[in-house]
């Protein structure tokens, strides 16, 4: 399929889920207690998701890999290095060639992939948070490739990393029914491609259909939307505000949204608002908010920053 019968595709496509949308039934009144408890039951799922065993709390190191052989394990002369006692001295090696990716690793070493013992194996990366990447485990360690831009690296996780196992919870703000506003899409035609620079000093052009604009306390506020993959069913929003840097992380928040509805209005809810994995280690590549996302006013919604931001 050539690139502008793709492009049709995924506006029809984008079309189609709006039409969709707007086939629900108009929104009833708040009922505030129920929402008290949605809200409640989000911030519970939010905090079960970063405790994972392979969740946010876990990544403990991010090694860019050189084009040729890269040896893993917990001696310090490797490209790649494992806490002590967790590995043999060498372990293995990753190599990275002309864009392919394999493993080799010593029986001993005890690596796994679904189960299996590796010794040598093709591997792939997450495309750039696009695709699954090969899992690999050892003892309480688990490690993967990921692309950003021209880039490899491989991404280190241990489910007994000091944040995890010392975790103190989440703070947020009070939920406010002020900060879940009804917002209109306005679409952009065509849609049109933003350029995202991440921490780690990375572009991706990511898919934005449009904006959605709204209104608080009588001022009018815009954020520019993303389509994350082809064939998502919301909006990812990324932003800053007055709050960035002080109640909140500086580089700012995110939320999700779903598509709009036959009249165009989307409900953008800021008690949703939530973090970056920045805030919980130095070893993640979050992406920062463009310009025109940031707010000039105070979003006193969503989650504050972590008190033990490292």
């Known amino acids: 399929m050539n690139t502008i019968t793709n492009k049709i595709v995924f506006v029809l496509a984008f079309a189609a889920s709006i039409l969709l ?11 505030i207690q ?8 989000w911030q519970q799922e939010r905090s079960t998701r970063l405790q994972r065993e392979d969740g946010w709390l876990t990544l403990i190191g991010l090694f860019w890999l050189k084009e040729g052989e890269n040896k893993f394990g917990s001696d310090t002369t490797n490209e790649i290095v494992f806490p002590p006692g967790k590995s043999l001295g060498v372990a293995g090696s990753i190599f990275f060639e002309k864009g392919a990716l394999r493993i080799t690793a010593e029986r001993e070493a005890g690596i796994f992939c679904n189960d299996s013992v590796v010794t040598a194996m093709p591997i792939l990366s997450d495309g750039e ?4 990447p090969t899992i690999l485990k050892l003892n309480t360690l688990l490690f993967y490739v990921i692309k950003r831009g021209e880039q490899y690296g491989v991404r280190l996780k241990d489910k007994e990393s000091p944040a995890r196992m010392n975790f103190k919870g989440l703070e947020y703000f009070p939920v406010a029914e002020k900060w879940r506003v009804e917002a209109t899409f306005e679409p952009y035609t065509p849609a ?3 350029a995202i620079l ?3 000093g990375t572009t991706s052009n990511d ?5 959605l604009a709204f209104e608080v306390d009588g001022k009018q506020y815009r954020l520019d939307v993303i389509i994350e993959t082809p064939g998502d069913k919301e909006f990812f929003i990324m932003f800053t505000d007055e ?5 909140t992380y500086g580089n700012g928040r995110q939320l999700y949204s779903g598509f709009p509805d036959a009249n165009g209005k989307v409900i953008l809810d800021f008690n949703k608002a939530y973090n970056w994995p920045c805030v919980f280690t130095p070893f993640a590549t979050c992406p920062i908010p463009p310009r025109q996302n940031h707010l000039a006013v105070r979003v006193e919604a969503g989650e504050k920053m972590y008190e033990e931001h490292f």
Do not use: F, H, M
């Not at 709050?243 to 109640?247: A, D, L, P, V, Y």
């Open 129 to 132: 948070g696009k695709t699954d």
């Open 207 to 211: 898919s934005c259909p449009g904006a």
């Open 34 to 41: 129920a929402y008290q408890k949605e809200i409640q039951q």
């Open 21 to 31: 949308a707007g086939c629900t039934k108009p929104e009833k009144k708040l009922d």
């Open 198 to 200: 991440n921490q780690v």
């Open 192 to 194: 049109k491609k933003l």
């Open 243 to 247: 709050t960035s840097g002080k109640e």
